[in-house]
């Protein structure tokens, strides 16, 4: 939909057997929206199908003989890790089925979002006794493990995926993406080669990162790691993955997994014509996220800019009927590369399912992606400001 930035950018010769997709000659950049409208089929009268035949609701994420279709709009489950208020156990697994019965089936969490993997495994046994087979076969949960930098041997990797099955009470992780904080330390590859065995064991289905460069993913690769994707930050204010990593990711097939695609919920009617430089006029940026995305948007441009962004996307939203933050999702989807975006579920508190689904049935014409685009460019280049996808978490 966007076209990409293309940097001269030096990539090195990867073997064809060690990429997930076809080696493509040249960077080709395809809309990913679909033309169709059809709405999630409706199987009996408690809950609708997130991969219905046709739609664009499913992705399939892959690499070599390794694949797992995701929902293209994800929960992320941050939100239970504190700072957003008190979750109860019951009123969040409630919602979560709410979300699965709604389509919306695909859950991202973590080793360290307080008690997310163990909700999921609450959720995931109600699903089981109370729901169809069917919506069983759809849920995914994916989760992360971000382990601190000691020695990776195989039984210490081991363990800790052992940890994530059982609070997630499942044989197999449907996904595990991987974190490492310092890239000095060559200790990643030990721990994503043993957790491709751990993959060929059957206690993963399939491996993948988050927060990883451009470069370190190429390494990965080159040591033939079956990465399927990559979850990085990316929305309208920070651009940085169509650059280098988006580039790369369409000549191995890796794909992308965004999250702070809505800002936290700054990209939202809530924010739009506020002055937060005045106390207390506009609302509290009370949550950790709120706080994180809004020093994004001073780094991109600052508040009064932010604010033509969010006029922009309000006259989108109200021509075809939606909200800012579902028009905030459905551009980032659309751009080369991306298979899936997260929407932050605050479970038991709020709830975003009316606008997640919504994303699907938004298509944006030329004037919309332009008019975007044109407020977006204004905003600094984020790359030469912070470095490439990760590096604001690795900046002294």
């Not at 059809?38 to 399939?60: F, I, Y």
């Amino acid at each position: 939909m966007a076209a990409s930035l293309h940097h001269h950018y030096h990539f090195l010769s990867i073997p064809t057997k060690h990429l997930g997709g076809t080696l493509k000659s040249s960077f080709i950049h395809t809309k990913t929206a679909t033309k169709s409208r059809s709405e999630p089929r409706k199987l009996g009268a408690q809950w609708l199908r997130c991969g219905q035949k046709g739609g664009e609701k499913l992705v399939k994420v892959s690499n070599g003989n390794d694949s797992l279709d995701i929902c293209r709009v994800l929960n992320g489950m941050w939100q239970t890790s504190g700072g957003w208020g008190r979750i109860d156990r019951d009123d969040a697994v409630d919602a979560m089925l709410r979300y699965a019965d709604a389509g919306l089936c695909t859950f991202d969490m973590a080793d360290h979002y307080g008690p997310a993997e163990d909700l999921y495994g609450i959720f995931i046994n109600r699903v089981r006794r109370e729901r169809p087979p069917e919506l069983l076969e759809q849920v995914r949960g994916l989760t992360k493990w971000v382990p601190p930098p000691v020695k990776m041997t195989s039984r210490y990797v081991q363990d800790s995926i052992n940890v994530s099955r059982k609070r997630m009470d499942v044989a197999s992780l449907d996904m595990l993406q991987f974190h490492w904080w310092d890239y000095s330390n060559p200790g990643y590859l030990d721990a994503l080669k043993h957790l491709t065995d751990l993959k060929e064991e059957g206690k993963i289905k399939t491996v993948a990162l988050t927060n990883f460069d451009t470069e370190r993913l190429q390494i990965i690769l080159e040591n033939g790691i079956p990465v399927v994707s990559n979850q990085v930050q990316h929305s309208i204010v920070d651009m940085r993955p169509q650059q280098r990593m988006s580039e790369f990711c369409e000549l191995t097939g890796v794909k992308l997994i965004t999250y702070g695609t809505v800002l936290g919920g700054l990209l939202s009617e809530k924010f739009l014509d506020t002055k937060l430089s005045i106390p207390f006029a506009g609302p509290p940026l009370n949550t950790p996220s709120l706080q994180k995305y809004k020093r994004m948007v001073d780094t991109w441009g600052g508040w009064s800019l932010f604010q033509v962004l969010l006029q922009t996307l309000k006259k989108v939203a109200s021509k075809h009927g939606v909200s800012i933050p579902t028009v905030a999702v459905r551009y980032i989807l659309d751009q080369p590369s991306v298979a899936g975006s997260m929407i932050g579920v605050r479970l038991g508190l709020s709830d975003h399912i009316q606008d997640a689904n919504a994303v699907f049935s938004l298509i944006l014409d030329d004037d919309d992606v332009n008019s975007i685009q044109e407020v977006s460019k204004k905003g600094k280049n984020l790359l030469r400001v912070i470095g490439d996808c990760g590096d604001e978490y690795r900046r002294a």
